[in-house]
Each structure stands twice: as C-alpha cells, then as structure tokens.
C-alpha cells in the first residue's frame, strides 16, 4: 500500500483514465488511510443525496465502501454513517 497521487488535472479522489487508480478502485486493499477517508466522506456526501461521484473509479470504490457500511450497520451497534474521522476512531 502506498500513497499515489495523479497528475494536476484529474478529476476526483481516484481519476479515470489512470491505470494505478483504476486498481485502486478495484481493491480497498490498495488504498492509503488518507484516501478510505476521503472516500469515505464521499461516500456519505453522495449516499445522502448531496452530489455525486466524480468518476467512474470513484463511484466503484465508493459503492464498495457504501457495502461496508451496511455490513457496519446491520452487524454492530455502531453508526458507519458518520465521518470517517468518528468511524475510524470510534
């Protein structure tokens, strides 16, 4: 896992058009702390109906999270749909 940042000029947390974001999209597990926050946030901006997903590689790791947070939500007392900050930390 490392941190990876596109070019200046790509749009979103994870870019179309960029090979390494693309795997990122594909596997949570390739993703950096900061980034599963930054998507987690978007993740709980877009699910409560305040925008929508940049790209097409954001909007796939997002739903991935968005399942997570079901399972959070119908396994464990906790509330997943907070900001990641209070999630992580519980």
């Given at each position: 896992m490392s941190v990876h940042t596109c070019l200046p000029g790509h749009v979103g947390?994870?870019?179309?058009?960029?090979d390494r974001c693309t795997q990122q999209s594909?596997?949570?597990l390739e993703?950096?702390?900061?980034?599963i926050?930054?998507?987690w946030d978007k993740m709980i901006e877009v699910e409560r109906d305040y925008g929508g997903y940049a790209?097409?590689?954001?909007?796939?790791?997002c739903r991935a999270l968005y399942h997570v947070a079901l399972g959070i939500e119908r396994l464990t007392p906790r509330n997943p749909w907070r900001?990641?900050?209070e999630v992580r930390d519980g």
């Amino acid at each position: 896992m490392s941190v990876h940042t596109c070019l200046p000029g790509h749009v979103g947390i994870l870019a179309d058009g960029c090979d390494r974001c693309t795997q990122q999209s594909r596997s949570l597990l390739e993703l950096d702390v900061e980034k599963i926050g930054r998507l987690w946030d978007k993740m709980i901006e877009v699910e409560r109906d305040y925008g929508g997903y940049a790209t097409e590689n954001e909007r796939r790791a997002c739903r991935a999270l968005y399942h997570v947070a079901l399972g959070i939500e119908r396994l464990t007392p906790r509330n997943p749909w907070r900001p990641w900050i209070e999630v992580r930390d519980g």
